[in-house]
């Protein structure tokens, strides 16, 4: 019986120390497109980036000048009134101009109650506004736009992410279809050793439990394939989910992508392009600056007043009427500055302080954790590496163990249970090899994310 060998473990030892550069599969980096485009999550983080620069254009907004229509029309009843007693003042006055002129030109008056709400009663006006110096205005913009920037990171250092997560589970899915098919390379040898066992029963040379042992490891190997078979429904689930699509959606596999080379690093020019690249450095140097910049807006507020024009151009009287009367004309220009607010704005600056060291110890707090991720990746690629490299020493000495034994068995110089333990170890060696190489696959990726490369 020839047996077998996995033509992935041959070609991974051959480049297990390549210097050269993983090119990535095409069928991943598609799944990834699709990831960058649909993924929900990012879809998040975009809406929240688009919001952050309607609050640009807000901010912008306000330099400009502003110009309102209103218009109001009062009708009132009840209320409030005041005595005027003007028949009292000029009744004697005018009585007195009678007698003297002995004529009625001067009539008598009756006093008079005024109503405090004004009733048929209407004002309609165009209103203007412009702000000529407001340093609220200018650091709010330019907070907004740092805001922004940091947003913009973010969602950068999510989508860095969401390559990473994709291509993982992916090599999950790959890892699982490889460990089946060594499954499914050792229940065909064990259905060979089925029927050689038949054929030696039949013989008269072997009793009939050496063909159900054979079934029982049968069953064995079936377990190991059902469960492995579960882990790629459960990885392609994942990235269905991840690239936003139907769950049971197909998953294209990719299985040269497990022959991919990996490259030997420098754990010191990683750390330095982490922290060079890593976008969440940006995110916190653009939250550091919006910090910075609310310190000078508190500082400006408590030494310059606001400035501002403005004006009204419109009719008001009672009657709902548009004439010359009731025309007017209003025009103001105007400063604003607080003399005592209780020491608000010197607890504002504070504060802004207070943010902006609280950044600044975070960024470097991030730094160091970074920098760990790096070398705590590097050390895992590393001890994956030297795994593969042992994996394939036991391998080998596996195979030729197997090949010898199954040649004695079938010489009947061997018994059923010698041959079981050497077809087991092969198994199990073929197994850790391929896991052994996987998992130096999946480190390249995990330091690759750490890097941010």
Not at 281 to 291: C, K, S, V
């Amino acid at each position: 019986m020839k047996y077998l060998t996995h033509p992935l473990l041959l070609f991974a030892l051959s480049i297990c120390l390549s210097n050269i550069y993983a090119q990535q599969s095409s069928i991943l980096e598609s799944y990834i497109q699709t990831g960058l485009s649909s993924n929900l999550a990012l879809q998040q983080q975009g809406a929240d980036l688009r919001k952050a620069q309607e609050s640009i254009r807000q901010s912008k907004a306000l330099f400009l000048p502003r110009l309102t229509f209103d218009a109001n029309y009062t009708v009132a009843a009840g209320g409030r009134k005041i005595d005027f007693p003007i028949g009292d003042l000029l009744n004697p006055v005018y009585s007195t101009l009678n007698e003297i002129t002995q004529t009625n030109q001067f009539p008598t008056l009756a006093n008079q109650q005024i109503q405090f709400l004004p009733n048929n009663f209407h004002e309609t006006k165009l209103s203007f506004s412009y702000p000529l110096y407001n340093s609220d205005l200018r650091y709010n913009r330019d907070i907004q736009q740092q805001l922004f920037q940091s947003k913009a990171a973010q969602k950068a250092a999510y989508e860095h992410e969401l390559r990473y997560q994709i291509t993982e589970v992916y090599l999950q899915y790959l890892q699982a279809m490889e460990g089946e098919k060594i499954w499914q390379n050792t229940k065909t040898v064990l259905l060979e050793l089925r029927r050689f066992n038949e054929s030696l029963v039949k013989n008269n040379v072997a009793t009939k439990d050496v063909v159900t042992t054979a079934d029982y490891e049968l069953s064995k190997a079936d377990l190991q394939i059902i469960q492995l078979r579960k882990a790629q429904n459960d990885a392609k689930a994942y990235i269905n989910f991840l690239i936003n699509r139907d769950l049971n959606s197909e998953v294209v596999a990719d299985t040269l992508l497990l022959r991919t080379p990996v490259p030997v690093y420098r754990p010191e020019e990683l750390i330095t392009q982490a922290l060079d690249k890593r976008q969440e450095f940006a995110a916190l140097r653009a939250g550091m600056q919006a910090a910075e910049t609310d310190i000078k807006r508190n500082d400006a507020n408590s030494k310059i007043p606001d400035f501002y024009v403005g004006g009204s151009l419109g009719f008001q009287g009672f009657g709902y009427k548009f004439n010359k009367e009731q025309a007017y004309a209003l025009a103001q220009v105007g400063l604003s500055y607080d003399l005592f607010d209780g020491g608000q704005r010197k607890s504002k600056t504070q504060e802004a302080r207070i943010e902006s060291e609280k950044i600044r110890t975070q960024y470097q707090q991030v730094q160091q954790q970074v920098a760990l991720q790096v070398t705590t990746a590097w050390n895992d690629l590393e001890s994956a590496r030297n795994a593969f490299q042992t994996s394939q020493v036991g391998l080998r000495a596996a195979e030729e163990s197997f090949r010898i034994t199954q040649n004695k068995y079938r010489a009947s110089q061997v018994l059923l249970i010698e041959f079981l333990e050497a077809q087991n170890r092969v198994t199990s060696a073929r197994v850790q090899s391929a896991l052994a190489w996987s998992d130096v696959i999946l480190k390249d990726a995990a330091i690759r994310r750490a890097a941010g490369l």
